[in-house]
């Protein structure tokens, strides 16, 4: 059975840095692209960043390129997310995800594509 947790949330101030990190167990993930998504209270689960197996491909939100960056150790079956110069609109509850299924970059963006869930690590960003 697949899990997928999270460390590394917690509260900063604005213009800070925070390090997530997910640890995937119940099998070997090289082959399968594995993102970052946040829900922010009162909003929808937004797409933060994805990566691909073997790590070459990444991808971002909007909201955060150029302060976030997506990686991968598959020798620990980790994936990171560095986030860097942080906003109090970065505050959200930041979940790990991981697909198992063959998917395109294009489908990258969209939850139902992605079919393992961490349990979420929250991130507060003050001001």
């Known amino acids: 059975q697949v899990q997928l947790v999270e460390t590394g949330g917690g509260s900063v101030q604005t213009g800070g840095s925070l390090r997530l990190s997910c640890a995937a167990s119940g099998g070997t993930f090289s082959a399968y692209p594995m993102g970052w998504f946040r829900r922010a209270p009162g909003k929808e689960r937004e797409f933060v960043a994805a990566?691909?197996?073997?790590?070459?491909?990444?991808y971002y939100g909007d909201s955060v390129k150029g302060r976030f960056t997506i990686s991968r150790d598959n020798a620990k079956n980790t994936v990171y997310l560095q986030m860097t110069t942080l906003k109090p609109e970065d505050t959200a509850v930041y979940y790990c995800?991981?697909?198992?299924?063959?998917?395109?970059?294009?489908?990258?963006?969209?939850?139902?594509?992605?079919?393992?869930w961490g349990q979420g690590t929250q991130v507060t960003v003050s001001s």
């Open positions: 995800a991981l697909a198992m299924t063959p998917i395109g970059s294009a489908w990258y963006t969209v939850k139902s594509s992605w079919t393992d």
């Open positions: 990566i691909t197996g073997n790590g070459v491909g990444t």
